[in-house]
């Protein structure tokens, strides 16, 4: 089944402990992308990546970091979480450029204590 | 810089309606626009995606049209079913960048 997952689905840390979010698709699509997800302020764009070992940086990219080694995986890595980090997170892909049809993962809900 | 906007915000109909959701962007220099569902607690789930070369995209009861000159794109729901509630967003792709700015949603709510 085609499909992007990611993990954890949840998770609950504290301030300053290092996380790290997976994302993997299994449709050889060359562009994928990670966003969050806040009441009031809608989805933002905080990295997205061409292909492998092509990133650039979206909207809110403060905090975070990312990469693409590999085609399939585009790991978001929380090097020193904060409370306002608190929020619902997307993983995205899509075939070719950011121009096809994107295919979105279920979701991380991250709450940072 | 782009913005796009989604109004209303929310928005209760009963079934069997035929409805109409906006999305309005402020820079016309759009690649293509894309809509979503998004069921609570869920992924986004892509319904239609147009080109900016292209006017209107339809998929079943879904149809969905795109003005770039007035900076409007409209996503039509024919005969609107219960299974039809979730928020619907729209996605803009610029044509300066790769960037995808998203509006922030409709919460659309059919009535049995």
């Known amino acids: 089944e085609a499909q992007v997952t990611q993990n954890p689905r949840y998770l609950i840390t504290v301030t300053g402990k290092k996380l790290t979010v997976t994302c993997s698709q299994n449709m050889n699509h060359e562009y994928m992308s990670w966003y969050r997800q806040d009441p009031g302020l809608g989805l933002r764009q905080i990295y997205y990546?061409?292909?492998?070992?092509?990133?650039d940086k979206g909207d809110v990219p403060e905090g975070y970091k990312v990469s693409r080694k590999e085609k399939r995986n585009f790991p978001l890595i929380l090097e020193s979480p904060s409370p306002n980090q608190t929020s619902l997170y997307f993983c995205a892909s899509s075939l070719g450029e950011v121009l096809d049809t994107q295919y979105f993962g279920p979701g991380t809900r991250l709450t940072v204590l | 810089k782009q913005e796009v906007t989604q109004i209303p915000a929310a928005l209760s109909v009963p079934e069997g309606e035929n409805l109409v959701l906006n999305c309005s962007f402020t820079d016309s220099a759009i690649y293509n626009l894309q809509w979503f569902r998004q069921d609570p607690g869920k992924g986004l789930t892509s319904l239609l995606l147009?080109?900016?070369?292209?006017r209107e995209q339809t998929s079943g009861r879904l149809n969905a049209s795109l003005d770039k000159s007035s900076g409007r794109s409209t996503l039509y729901i024919a005969a609107s079913q219960p299974g039809d509630s979730a928020t619907y967003l729209c996605a803009a792709v610029m044509n300066r960048d790769d960037k995808i700015i998203f509006g922030k949603g409709t919460r659309l709510h059919i009535l049995p």
């Open positions: 990546s061409m292909n492998v070992e092509v990133t």
């Open positions: 147009i080109q900016s070369s292209q």
